[in-house]
Every structure is written in structure tokens, then in C-alpha cells.
């Protein structure tokens, strides 16, 4: 009885950790969900979470030429672009053909420093590689990617004031589905602190003054809640149709 009673034990134990370790497994298995394949994925600005997190904003904080400390914040309201997946599920996402724009209605690709709408991004080719691991934590990753030599942009009224080079897996993003059932993802969250040396200065005088900035020691990317839409393949000889996405 005895001897029975530590093997039971002894398989109870064993379950218990295999239990633990496919819980595990299943938290790691995190993925951007298409009910069709190829899928394509496009960025919408998320119209129902109100002008609080629906834009896009980056702040940079560093040395101002008299060498006092200063931070300048760079806003735009919408982020459009487009991801095609070959399979039904994914755990990462290539955006491409990326633009800042200050609305939909007026897509001139301006964001603003304060209230001047004087500020364009231009991305070179660059692209952003989001990944769906932490994506429930608000822990997944971007990256950006940029053809051998490329950076993106920062121009003030068409100088450019500051450059933001290729970096990888900065930690900072949350997902969640915009809507029952799975239709949309959204961005529920945006921190996102670039690694040191993705932002440098170009120049700090001329248009660029306005930016007040000589050096730079720390940027970060905030809110920018976004919408994620699927449909058909565009590249198929059919009529594009819209599909689910969904993120879990």
C-alpha cells in the first residue's frame, strides 16, 4: 500500500509539472490570427478610442544647443500601412508602404510639434516588424528594418532635423480584439523606448530649431492606439474581401 501510494504521488507530481510547463508553452504560443490565407493585414486609426490614445506620438528627450536639458514631442493622429501573411497564423508582421498622416480626410502627411502642423515623416523604405509574443502583456516587440544604408526622416516645413535608424525588438506593445466576434486587433498600448542611439540630431538650426534639440538621450514612442483589418490577398486576380483577424 505504501509502495503504491509514492508511485500515485510520484505520477501526481509529474502531471502537475507537465500541466505547468504546457501552460507555459501555451502563453508563448501567442499569434496574429486571419481567417483566410494569404491574408492582409491593414493599419486604420482606431476612430473609437477617442482623441486620448488614437494618435501617434513620439517623444525626445536630450541637450538643447545651450546644453540645458530638453524634450520635444512630435504628434501625429494616424499610422496606414499593410502586412501580407501567407498563412492563417502568425507570430510576426512586416508593415509596409508606412505614412504619418494627420487625417484621413487630409492625408498630407503632416504631424505637428505643438500645435503647427509642420512636421512629415518620411520612412526611406524602412518597414515595422511587429511580433505577437508579450502581445497580451503589453510586452511585444517592434522593430524596425531599413534597406542597407536607409533611415527614417524627421523633417520640419522639409529640412531634416532628426534620423531614427534601424533598431530591433523594442519592448513596449499590447494588443487586444477591437470587437466580439474576432473581427479587429488593436493596439491597446504603446510605450515603446527606442534603444539608445536610434535617434540622432541632424541639425539644430533653420527650420530645425524648432525641435530645440542639439543631442538626444532618450525617445520614446506613446499611445497610438491602431486598428488591424484583414482581408483578401490584394494581389489575387478577385476583388479584395474584408476578413477576421484576431489576436490570442
Aim: with cysteine.
Amino acid at each position: 500500500m505504501i509502495r503504491n501510494l509514492k508511485v500515485l504521488i510520484a505520477a501526481a507530481m509529474a502531471l502537475a509539472a507537465f500541466g505547468a510547463l504546457s501552460a507555459t508553452a501555451h502563453a508563448a504560443e501567442e499569434k496574429f490570427h486571419c481567417n483566410v490565407e494569404p491574408c492582409t493585414a491593414t493599419l486604420l486609426p482606431d476612430e473609437t478610442a477617442g482623441t486620448a490614445t488614437a494618435h501617434h506620438v513620439f517623444v525626445v528627450k536630450g541637450k538643447t544647443p545651450a546644453g540645458a536639458e530638453g524634450t520635444v514631442s512630435f504628434t501625429c493622429n494616424q499610422l496606414t500601412g499593410e502586412a501580407t501573411s501567407n498563412t492563417a497564423t502568425s507570430t510576426e508582421l512586416t508593415f509596409t508602404n508606412l505614412v504619418y498622416e494627420n487625417s484621413a480626410a487630409t492625408p498630407e502627411d503632416k504631424c505637428k510639434i505643438g500645435a503647427s502642423e509642420t512636421v512629415t515623416v518620411e520612412f526611406t523604405g524602412c518597414d515595422y516588424l511587429f511580433k505577437s509574443t508579450g502581445g497580451a502583456t503589453d510586452s511585444a516587440t517592434v522593430s524596425l528594418q531599413c534597406p542597407v544604408g536607409k533611415s527614417v526622416h524627421i523633417k520640419v516645413n522639409g529640412t531634416t532635423c532628426l534620423t531614427v535608424t534601424p533598431f530591433s525588438n523594442a519592448v513596449g506593445l499590447g494588443y487586444h480584439d477591437a470587437a466580439a466576434p474576432k473581427k479587429e486587433i488593436v493596439t491597446a498600448t504603446a510605450n515603446v523606448t527606442l534603444p539608445a542611439g536610434s535617434v540622432d540630431v541632424v541639425s539644430s538650426t533653420g527650420n530645425c530649431a524648432a525641435v530645440g534639440l542639439a543631442s538626444v538621450t532618450t525617445a520614446t514612442y506613446t499611445t497610438g492606439n491602431t486598428l488591424v483589418t484583414g482581408e483578401t490577398d490584394v494581389k489575387s486576380p478577385e476583388k479584395p474581401v474584408m476578413k477576421n483577424v484576431w489576436f490570442e
